[in-house]
């Protein structure tokens, strides 16, 4: 079942058109939504929760219309932009507090377990939580309004490795019972390895694909070659960085099955990312 269906979503700024996104989150799973800096991640997530308004598009959130029924879905979402950086001087216990009043189903017992399980501090303020802890703190507040979908947008971003991988697991647990489903933005493609059950991946406004995790890396490889076989293979690479050695590149997988001479290996997400994002097409080891 869809937790979540975008139907040719549409945005137009001057210079940048966000066009006929379209794709689904399924209930209990982590949709990664991957793309560069300005691909329209962000641009998304706001036109879908109506924080900017589309100029076209459909959005349901358990098959309703979410825009015609915003108050309703929207208390059923918990939304996380980055670090919580809001209230920086209030305590964690004045914000839920605050919280709390928005949403009927608040329950008082989940919020409690949560800051006990993520070590917070009721009694701190915001200003002293490191940008991990604000993550944590902003997941609680979502979590005890009883949302059903989290939307994460660069959640990990500036975080350490260790913290990084901490909130990856707390996101693997919030989805175990079937009940949660996280929509997760970010270029920091290596947290989704570990998490991810399925990709969007959105490239100048555009989605380039929505499929599942281990279908997206094991539609292409990571070939490499020297330098006398390029000329040959240069018109099915995605993308390729020719070095001293001669060059490696990637292909999509039946391409690579018939490139005889090349070395093959699996495609990990990361680097179906950066090849397909080359704009030339290549770049040299000087560049």
Same mark, same amino acid.
């Given at each position: 079942? +869809?937790?979540l269906e975008?139907?040719? !979503?549409?945005?137009e700024?001057?210079?940048?058109t @966000? *066009?006929?996104?379209? =794709?689904d989150v399924e209930e209990?799973s982590?949709?990664?939504?991957i793309?560069?800096n300005?691909a329209?991640?962000?641009?998304?997530?706001k /036109?879908?929760l109506?924080?900017?308004?589309a100029d076209?598009?459909?959005v349901?959130?358990?098959?309703?219309d &979410?825009w015609?029924?915003?108050?309703a879905c929207?208390?059923?979402i918990?939304?996380?932009?980055g #670090?919580?950086?809001?209230y920086k001087?209030k305590? @964690?216990?004045?914000?839920?507090?605050?919280?709390?009043?928005?949403?009927?189903e608040?329950?008082?017992?989940?919020?409690?377990?949560?800051?006990?399980?993520?070590?917070l501090?009721p009694?701190?303020?915001? $200003?002293?939580l490191? +940008?991990?802890?604000?993550?944590?703190?902003?997941?609680a507040l979502?979590?005890?309004?009883?949302a059903?979908l !989290?939307? !994460?947008? #660069?959640?990990t971003?500036g975080?350490?490795?260790? $913290?990084? *991988?901490? &909130?990856?697991?707390? =996101?693997?647990?919030?989805?175990?019972?079937g009940?949660h /489903?996280?929509?997760f933005?970010?270029?920091?493609?290596? *947290? @989704?390895?570990k998490?991810?059950?399925?990709?969007?991946y959105?490239?100048g406004?555009?989605i380039?694909?929505?499929?599942d995790a281990d /279908? =997206?890396? *094991?539609?292409?490889? !990571?070939?490499?070659g #020297?330098?006398?076989q &390029?000329?040959?293979?240069r018109?099915r690479?995605i993308?390729y960085?020719?070095?001293a050695?001669g060059f490696?590149? @990637?292909?999509?997988r039946?391409?690579?099955?018939?490139a005889?001479?090349l070395?093959?290996a699996?495609?990990d997400m990361?680097?179906?990312?950066i090849y397909? #994002?080359?704009?030339d097409?290549?770049e $040299?080891a000087?560049?």
């Amino acid at each position: 079942m +869809q937790i979540l269906e975008i139907k040719g !979503l549409r945005k137009e700024y001057p210079g940048f058109t @966000l *066009d006929n996104v379209s =794709f689904d989150v399924e209930e209990g799973s982590i949709m990664g939504f991957i793309g560069r800096n300005g691909a329209g991640k962000t641009t998304t997530i706001k /036109s879908v929760l109506n924080l900017v308004r589309a100029d076209g598009g459909t959005v349901l959130f358990e098959g309703t219309d &979410l825009w015609a029924n915003e108050t309703a879905c929207k208390k059923q979402i918990g939304l996380v932009l980055g #670090e919580f950086s809001f209230y920086k001087r209030k305590k @964690l216990k004045a914000i839920a507090a605050v919280t709390k009043q928005f949403y009927p189903e608040w329950d008082d017992a989940t919020y409690e377990t949560l800051l006990k399980r993520f070590s917070l501090d009721p009694e701190k303020k915001i $200003s002293e939580l490191s +940008q991990g802890m604000r993550v944590k703190f902003a997941l609680a507040l979502a979590l005890s309004h009883r949302a059903k979908l !989290l939307i !994460l947008d #660069e959640p990990t971003s500036g975080l350490d490795p260790v $913290s990084r *991988d901490e &909130l990856l697991d707390i =996101f693997r647990d919030i989805i175990e019972d079937g009940e949660h /489903s996280i929509l997760f933005s970010t270029h920091i493609i290596s *947290d @989704l390895e570990k998490c991810a059950d399925y990709i969007t991946y959105i490239k100048g406004g555009k989605i380039v694909v929505s499929t599942d995790a281990d /279908s =997206f890396k *094991d539609a292409y490889r !990571l070939v490499s070659g #020297e330098a006398e076989q &390029l000329d040959r293979f240069r018109d099915r690479l995605i993308g390729y960085r020719a070095h001293a050695f001669g060059f490696t590149g @990637l292909m999509r997988r039946d391409d690579a099955e018939r490139a005889e001479g090349l070395k093959i290996a699996p495609a990990d997400m990361e680097s179906i990312m950066i090849y397909t #994002e080359k704009e030339d097409g290549h770049e $040299s080891a000087a560049e």
